[in-house]
């Protein structure tokens, strides 16, 4: 199993930006899906986005598209995901997440978990 861990979250104002990077354990990423999700209080956790660098491809939910970018540094084994234009309804813990295979949008589908990076947007 792979070990995952978020960090760079925290209280920023609405318009602001924050940059989250989540690392891997195993060097992993060039046969590995990794995504963000996102959980707000008393809402489903979300998919925000997913890397798949073997591929080449990225996917991005329509909420955060044009605002939020994602990468990689296969050599520190490293997902970032760059939040700009935050808005109030982006506040959520920010969940890191992987799989062996292709991008796929549900979080029952990967199986790798870090234990989630607050971000808070005030208005």
């Known amino acids: 199993q792979v070990q995952l861990a978020e960090s760079g979250g925290g209280l920023v104002q609405a318009g602001g930006s924050l940059r989250l990077s989540c690392a891997a354990s195993?060097?992993?990423?060039?046969?590995?899906?990794m995504a963000w999700f996102r959980q707000a209080p008393g809402k489903e956790r979300e998919f925000v986005a997913a890397?798949?660098?073997?591929?080449?491809?990225?996917r991005f939910a329509d909420s955060v598209k044009g605002r939020f970018t994602i990468s990689s540094d296969n050599a520190k084994n490293t997902v970032y995901l760059q939040m700009s234009s935050l808005q109030p309804e982006d506040t959520a813990v920010y969940y890191c997440?992987?799989?062996?295979?292709?991008?796929?949008?549900?979080?029952?589908?990967?199986?790798?978990w870090g234990q989630g990076t607050q971000v808070t947007v005030s208005s």
């Open positions: 997440a992987g799989r062996t295979g292709v991008i796929f949008y549900r979080s029952k589908d990967y199986i790798d």
């Open positions: 195993q060097h992993t990423l060039s046969r590995y899906t």
């Open positions: 890397i798949n660098w073997r591929e080449g491809t990225t």
